[in-house]
């Protein structure tokens, strides 16, 4: 009888981490408050465990990871053009999004994952200017490079 009520205890424990996991839903736009080609909104703070789900709203967007902009032991990610992909996200971080054919464009996005141990670091050198724009437009406004 004992071990029955501890077992359900600690099922109990378990049970609000998981029912506090959130979805966070992002527009793939290609017009928003923030101009054309917008991820919206361009930046979420998320819980680890949290999902993100890119909501496709025109046939030409995608959402896909940025080649130097994951935590550490992140895994990339490509969603497929005009589908809807959902990640849920355990490593905290900074994860860089974009559209891969409208990066040109500016079509990026930030995700923060948890309390990252570091600042966020510099923006990859590859990344096109209107794209580094952005970020840095990001970033600024919500503080992030400290």
């Known amino acids: 009888m004992l071990n029955k009520l501890l077992c359900a205890l600690a099922l109990c424990a378990l049970l609000p981490a998981t029912a506090a996991a959130e979805v966070h ?45 994951l935590p550490e032991g992140a895994a990339p990610f490509k969603g497929k053009i005009d589908e809807e992909i959902e990640l849920k996200l355990d490593v905290p971080g900074y994860y860089g999004v974009q559209c891969i054919p409208h990066i040109g464009m500016g079509m990026v996005m930030l995700i923060q994952v948890g309390e990252p141990e570091s600042p966020m670091s510099a923006l990859p050198a590859s990344l096109p200017k209107r794209a580094a724009e952005r970020f840095n437009t990001i970033i600024e406004r919500e503080a992030l490079m400290k």
């Open 25 to 69: 839903e992002i527009k793939m736009l290609n017009r928003g408050d923030a101009g054309p080609m917008i991820y919206e909104p361009d930046f979420v703070r998320v819980a680890p465990g949290d999902t993100v789900k890119f909501l496709a709203t025109h046939r030409t967007h995608n959402a896909a990871s940025i080649p130097g902009m």
